[in-house]
């Protein structure tokens, strides 16, 4: 308690995470957090989850909050809240509080009663922006509760302040996972909050029970009455194929949508086709999650022909289906005659042995995936000398994902060996922590991701330092230069960069044989112009 109390008084705190390990408790809670101590701190993010401090010792923080004017993101996940009296004191002190921007009540167990004190205190609320209410059986029931603070009433004004009149136009971030949301009644109000609400960006909706209606009519309304939403996930939802075209026309037609995640729902072959045949034309999508939707090499052929035209995509999940060899070689294929793909993550955890050594070969001389995923496909000793190839020759790839894979101190050696040399990768997960043994040979592959991130992180820093120093320049002599001179001396220096980049790109990314194919060809032109000359 006492280390806390000082961390709370240090000025040069700006987020507490209050340990787990003991729980903080109410009369903890109601100890530590008071006016006096919340008043003269300067966080800026408190984290108080999993600490058990229930109903009294969250309205006592509450209470403590209204004096404070820095603490902007609020954290009271898993602290076995329920809906009293003192709960509802504690979201109107919340919801009243004009500094909070963030506020994770993810699982409590605040019901549809709960729900309606969230309503009744969120409609006013001009400050909110992410609001995590994920897991708190709020069911049907407390949805339609929530709906009201979307919509506005008709006859209202939009300068109205009653929470009775007023709709809430500032929450970007909205997540209502694991919530018993149900069938077409839950899809219809989610809908009505999407047809309503033109700030809403992010809505997290996996783990419910929607199925194809509630799925539906969720897509239906995106595709023709909603243009803001950016992120959503519809993951673990019983959706089947039958919701695939509305999915598809919702790809088509939205005009925002970035990030969509359908994992953990049967959409099968049948579903990947539709989808997929969205992708050539959409020039908005970013993310694709499909974990988990039980499709086959034929689905993963129909995402091949799509990869071969979109140049958008940057992130693609398809981990926990069943593609093999042939599936996996029609999309990197399509990757690699596609010289606009834009794919910098491809995930294809726990699909197939055969699928992994594909990637793993094709990743070699790959320059634009850096991100791959490649745990639980039975890789082992044998595959060893695939992932060594790889680490020596990819200079791009920062990321790789072995988890699950069946390495002895054998195949571990092989694959450090190939980690000499290398300079880009960040992360290697392999199931090990930072606990090894001093001959285990994956502390030095650990060492080397360590070092590497340590480097790529000085690196950015002072990259960001220099386009300070480039602004202030800027900006210094901004006043002596006429508007012609200006704009010379910034095209010159954009043309430097421009030049200074592709070189360092071409050092980094070519590889060693065409380096030295060039080398050559330089060498004969020089040979044959010398010989001319003498001639």
Known sequence: MDVLRRQLADPGQTSLTVPRDEPLCSRGAITLFTPDSLTSCFLTKLDVSWNEIRNDGCLALSRALKLNRT????????????????????????????QLTSLNLNGNSIGHQGASSVRQYLASNTTLQTLNLGNNAIENQGLEQLVACFRRRP??????????SSCNQTLTCLNLSGNNIENLEGGRLIADILRSNSALQVLD?????????????????????????????????SITSDSATDCARCLQNHPSLQELDLSLNGIQDEGIISIASSLPTNTVLLSLALTGTQFTNEGA?????????NSTLQTLILAENEITDLGMEAILSALSSNLRNNLTELDISDNSHEAAISLLDHLKWDFHIKRA????????????????????????LTSLNLKESKFSN??????????VHNTSMQECLLYKDASFAAEDPAKFIYDTVQRNRGVAGAAQEASQRER????????GSKHHLSDNEKNSKRRQELAARRLSRRVELWKTTTPPRVKAFVAVIVLLVIFFVVFWKVR
């Open 410 to 419: 054998q195949g571990l050696t092989t694959i450090a060996e190939a980690f």
């Open 468 to 475: 300070e120093a480039e602004v202030r320049v800027d900006m």
């Open 301 to 309: 052929i129909a995402l091949g022909n799509a990869l071969q035209i």
């Open 155 to 164: 006859g209202s004004s939009s300068s109205s302040s009653s929470s009775s």
């Open 373 to 396: 995923g490649l745990c639980r496909n039975e890789l082992g000793d044998e595959d060893a000398s695939h992932i060594a190839a790889l680490v020596q020759h990819n200079t791009v």
């Open 71 to 98: 603490i902007n993101t609020l954290n009271l996940a898993s602290n076995k809240l329920t809906y009293d009296a003192l709960f509802d004191e504690t979201i109107k002190n919340l919801f009243t509080n004009k």
């Open 205 to 237: 909706l996996s783990e419910n029970d929607l199925v194809d209606q509630g799925g539906t009519c969720i897509l239906e309304c995106l595709s023709y009455h909603n243009t803001s939403l950016v992120s959503l996930s519809l993951a673990d939802n």
